[in-house]
């Protein structure tokens, strides 16, 4: 029997897949990347905009084309599973709790240079506008004993970055600080990254961690706006005062940190002068790159039927507006980083991550082994620069490409 599983989405469905993988594997089923030879197909769909329920119905109609037998699961599953069942050929879906319990117990089995390490599940923060967290609602954390054993297994097998992850990371049960205390007292040479966190998510124990090189100089925060009204209405817990407060802090505590934000454009309610009071906040905020979403309509949210929706033209320039930013930003930050040396994770025969994210390119003679920590030196655009721990050259120059 062959198989393919195709992912849509986040990092915690990248992470479940993986998981789904690892079962197929030691149920003596070959895992392939082309879906016309694969026998079944399991797609991990997303539901957070319409165009990811778009893509995933894409992808389902793509893999019956090419006569799998079709199984659906994730988020468009859960959020609407008529829409999924309606296309031709279908022949199951996995609602969450389905999909949980096929692949419980199963540690991750990645196809990629960094290990999905999944955590948690399920958010009761209750943003107005999100899908996901309504679909998802349980919370569920693994104990910090089976993810250190989980985490051991996938450091023996090469493994040296591993991405914590979970639907609202901060509400690992427990805490995070002490997740990362049992992880961080495994010895090797590894490190660890955290996935988006909620603002809440830092406490005091937490933010204490952060002071451990092993645990990457990068966060992703979901800031969604600068106006503490719209902030409000989305259901946020947090002002912009108190977003303020932890950006110095983090950077306080890692100043050479890459902090990343998300931005929905065209809320609800969104004016110009609200959108004005994003823009002059990440202006005046430490904020290293956005990831800049416009505001998509989602049905069983508490403003799918708000009237004061903001016209698509305007939400395309303010969406253009933001990325103007977040490419000056991007390129503001990496500048600061030019001639200095970082530990990198290899991604590729072209290119690497380094602990603070940033992607570079490598020469395709560059002597280095996929998944393993090398150190390198960031140069400018087009300049070279070498792999300190070996006498060889190794070549990179800063690639342009974006994180998805």
Known sequence: MTAAVVTIGCRLNQAESDMLVAKLIKQGVEIVDELDSAEECYVNTCSVTEAADRKSLKWVRRAVRFGARVVAMGCLVDADPRRVLSVPGVCEIW?????????????????????????????????????????????????????????????????????????????????????????????????????????????????????????????HLPLQSGDDALLRRMGRSYTTRDFAQLLETLKRIRPDANVGIDIIVGFPGETDRSFRMTRCFIEAMPIDYLHVFPYSRRLGTPVFDAVDCVAKHDKQMRVRELIDIDMERRVRYRTQFTGSIRRAVVESSETVLTDNYLRLKLLPSTPAQTRSLIRVRVMEDGCSGYEVTRPSIVKTAISQRREP
């Open 95 to 219: 609602n969450s709790d389905r999909k949980q319990a096929e692949i419980d117990g199963y540690g991750p089995h990645p196809r990629r240079s960094r290990a999905f390490l999944k955590v948690q599940d399920g958010c009761d923060a209750g943003c107005t506008y999100c899908r996901p967290s309504r679909v998802r609602r349980r919370l569920w954390s693994i104990s910090p004993e089976r993810a250190r054993a989980e985490f051991v297994r996938l450091l023996d097998d090469g493994f040296a970055e591993f991405v914590i992850t979970g639907l609202n990371l901060g509400r690992y049960r427990g805490g995070l600080a002490l997740l990362l205390a049992e992880l961080l007292a495994v010895p090797g040479d590894f490190r660890l990254r955290l996935a988006s966190l909620e603002p809440e998510a830092f406490d005091a124990e937490l933010l204490g961690m952060f002071a451990e090189e092993r645990v990457c100089p990068h966060f």
